[in-house]
């Protein structure tokens, strides 16, 4: 635990019966990012993914006082130029209501320690480039832009037909 500001702040690793909340932190963050309707994800996508026999993500509460007020949720990537695995995070948030306490530092301190404990090479995310608040204290905390990199998706109808296309000219193992 940390004491912040003559407040208490808990970071803890999720349970699932956090599911809920961390599907609302979901949601939420959705929201703040202008795209509320995004969000297909699932209670029971959580909980296959993240609590079951192998799980693909894991996430840190963090408690202010004992409220929930925010998340990491992350993921290990890998670096074939380092030869380590990183870790991703796909989202952080904390609430509104609890921002400017370092709770998102704490959350990102939490991340560093984790990743060098686990002999990861560094940590990545990405953040909305109208999202100066956010770019503000990542920069704040060393962090810094690859510079030369664009961020490229494949997903829905075009993901498809991609994976289509491929049956025709491989052969399959």
């Known amino acids: 635990m940390f004491r912040l500001a003559s407040a208490m ?14 599907l609302s932190f979901i949601r939420e963050l959705a929201e703040y990012e202008r795209a509320p ?17 192998s799980p693909k993500f894991r996430v840190i509460i963090a408690e ?25 995070i796909e ?3 904390v609430r509104s209501q ?14 560093a320690k984790t990743a060098i404990a686990e002999q990861c090479y560094g940590v990545r995310w990405e953040v909305l480039d109208w999202n100066k608040p956010a770019i503000d204290v990542y920069q704040h905390l060393g962090s810094k832009f690859r ?6 998706q494949l997903m829905g109808r075009e993901l498809n037909e991609l ?7 491989v052969s399959k193992d």
């Open 98 to 111: 609890f921002r400017g306490k370092g709770i998102g530092r704490a959350l990102m301190a939490r991340l």
């Open 64 to 88: 202010w006082n004992g409220e929930p007020a925010g998340m990491a949720f992350f993921f290990y990537n890998y670096s074939t130029w380092q030869g380590r695995p990183g870790i991703f």
């Open 37 to 53: 309707n995004a969000v297909s994800c699932t209670e029971k996508d959580l909980h296959r993914d993240g609590f079951g026999p």
């Open 147 to 152: 510079e030369g990199w664009r961020i490229m």
């Open 9 to 22: 702040l808990k970071l803890r690793k999720a349970v699932p019966d956090d599911i809920p909340l961390i």
């Open 91 to 93: 989202d952080l948030f």
């Open 163 to 169: 994976a289509e296309s491929s049956s025709t000219h």
